[in-house]
Nanobody, 121 residues
Framework: LQLVESGGALVQPGGSLRLSCAASGFTMDNYVVGWFRQAPGKEREGVSCNSRSGYTTDYLDSVKGRFAISRDKAKNLVYLQMNNLQPEDTAVYYC???????????????WGQGTQVIVSS
């Protein structure tokens, strides 16, 4: 299972980015998708997850109301829309897929290589 993230960039505080997660060789409809991040010197943490149906989502408390996960089933993509970005959102962002239900533990089956997000003025 191959995943590729894109969309990371340098953005000013208060700005927005949309990250994309593309699957190669399989259909993400059959998997739970999670977004995670790892800031320098910190442990990787779950940011958001989306169930296979797309109807169930969960978010890290600090991103609720600012981030939104969504799927484009026709394109086999999952997005993470990030609004009102803050310096503390600076991290490498990863997408991952798993079986079962939406969860934000690190126990996901397959991971992408990550995309860098830097929030700085």
């Amino acid at each position: 299972l191959q995943l590729v993230e894109s969309g990371g960039a340098l953005v000013q505080p208060g700005g927005s980015l949309r990250l994309s997660c593309a699957a190669s060789g399989f259909t993400m409809d059959n998997y739970v998708v999670g977004w995670f991040r790892q800031a320098p010197g910190k442990e990787r943490e779950g940011v958001s997850c989306n169930s296979r149906s797309g109807y169930t989502t969960d978010y890290l408390d600090s991103v609720k109301g600012r981030f939104a996960i969504s799927r484009d089933k026709a394109k086999n993509l999952v997005y993470l829309q990030m609004n009102n970005l803050q310096p503390e959102d600076t991290a490498v962002y990863y997408c991952a897929v798993d079986r079962g239900s939406c969860h934000m533990s690190l126990d996901y089956q397959s991971w992408g290589q990550g995309t860098q997000v830097i929030v700085s003025s």
